[in-house]
């Protein structure tokens, strides 16, 4: 078991756009389409932004938006602002367990 | 509104048990499978076990099979965490979320601190 590849880092100013990449393998992100993504703000809990690959609850911006190509799950978010400054971590189901990846700090420069 | 609310957490020498426990409110308790995360000081989250709604499937990461059991009362809508042979490595926050028909974590507790240390 391991967990999944993020970067470590991604950073754009206000108003562009940064991708964070998720690499899995074919018996977690490859196999199922159960990705999802949380956003979390130092000392408080992950709040979930994207589920089932790329839907969004109910409440998250638009700006927020996820895709899967093979093993690999991909978040954007469009239109930086100050509020998106946080780290986000990427997770799938794998059958018997789930998994998160590595986590990627975004800075808003 | 849905609420989830850990508690229990707090200082354990190595070797020791501890048993959280995550109180729900504002949902259905038993019609959902529900989880509990990790996150080490600094470090990442890290998913730990989940359960289904009647309690009758579990799983477990690698890490703590065979000293962590999870459970829950849904008469009391309640999840449980039971540590066992605890580790300096288990020390962590620990979150319990619920788990939307997608496998995703919709909702999330405030966490509760864990901390193993002699």
């Known amino acids: 078991q391991s967990a999944l590849t993020q970067p470590p880092s991604a950073s754009g100013s206000p108003g562009q756009s940064v991708t964070i990449s998720c690499t899995g393998t074919s018996s977690d992100v490859g196999g199922y389409n159960y990705v999802s993504w949380y956003q979390q703000h130092p000392g408080k809990a992950p709040k979930l932004m994207i589920y089932e690959v790329s839907k969004r609850p109910s409440g998250v911006p638009d700006r927020f938006s996820g895709s899967k190509s093979g093993n690999t799950a991909s978040l954007t978010v469009s239109g930086l602002q100050a509020e998106d400054e946080a780290d986000y971590y990427c997770s799938s189901y794998a059958g018997s367990n789930n998994f998160f990846g590595t986590g990627t700090k975004v800075t808003v420069l | 509104e849905v609420q989830l609310v850990e508690s229990g957490g707090g200082l354990v020498q190595p070797g020791g048990s501890l048993r959280l426990s995550c109180a729900a409110s504002?949902?259905?308790?038993?019609?959902?499978?529900m989880h509990w995360v990790r996150q080490a000081p600094g470090k990442g989250l890290v998913w730990v076990s989940r359960i289904n709604g009647d309690g009758s499937s579990t799983s477990y990461a690698d890490s703590v099979k065979g000293r962590f059991t999870i459970s829950r009362d849904n008469a009391k809508n309640t999840l449980y965490l039971q540590m066992n042979s605890l580790r300096a490595e288990d020390t962590a926050v620990y979150y319990c979320?619920?788990?939307?028909?997608?496998?995703?974590?919709?909702?999330w507790g405030q966490g509760t601190l864990v901390t193993v240390s002699s």
């Open positions: 979320a619920r788990e939307n028909i997608a496998a995703a974590g919709d909702y």
């Open positions: 504002g949902f259905t308790f038993r019609n959902y499978w």
